[in-house]
């Protein structure tokens, strides 16, 4: 595989919603509505300030990501991360490569750090990914999301110094 991470485009729409679609419908690792509809999806990750990327590996979209300021005035210098890799793509180290990807791009765009404000406990993949490139889970979150499987588990905050 060689995957290649670049900018996403509005004329991305198609690939990115490909892969949003299964993971918001799941419903089990992000607080979004299942039945989001896909204009209000695309536009909910292409959000205003979001810079968004796509990982592709020749033509195909294997993954997408989005990073933004967490906060707005003395926590602009925070960022959020959103990653979805594609179902098909699991296992293969995308998620990893864009992890990698947002950890080098991060400080070009002025973030000394990088939190992830609502990592679902139940997400072992993610939350393994994540501690393993140095984040620590600095809060959690009792029982504030409600599985469509497990019911209400807890929700982690998950942060990473940049510099």
Request: charged share 20%; net charge neutral; with cysteine.
């Amino acid at each position: 595989m060689t995957l290649t991470i670049r900018p996403a485009t509005r004329a991305d729409d198609d690939a990115v919603w490909t892969m949003l679609e299964p993971v918001f419908r799941a419903g089990d690792t992000y607080a979004i509505d299942p039945d989001i509809p896909r204009d209000d999806a695309l536009a909910y990750w292409f959000g205003p300030e979001r810079r968004v990327f796509l990982a592709q590996d020749g033509g195909e979209a294997l993954g997408t990501y989005y990073m933004v300021r967490n906060q707005k005035g003395g926590g602009s210098h925070v960022c959020n991360c959103g990653y979805i890799t594609a179902p098909a793509a699991r296992g293969r180290g995308v998620a990893r490569a864009m992890l990698a990807h947002s950890l080098d791009a991060a400080p070009g765009f002025g973030f000394r750090a990088m939190q992830f404000n609502f990592v679902v406990s139940t997400n072992s993949r993610a939350i393994a990914t994540w501690e393993g490139a140095g984040f620590d889970i600095v809060g959690r979150l009792p029982g504030a999301f409600r599985h469509p499987q497990q019911g209400y588990v807890d929700a982690l905050v998950m942060f990473r110094p940049l510099v």
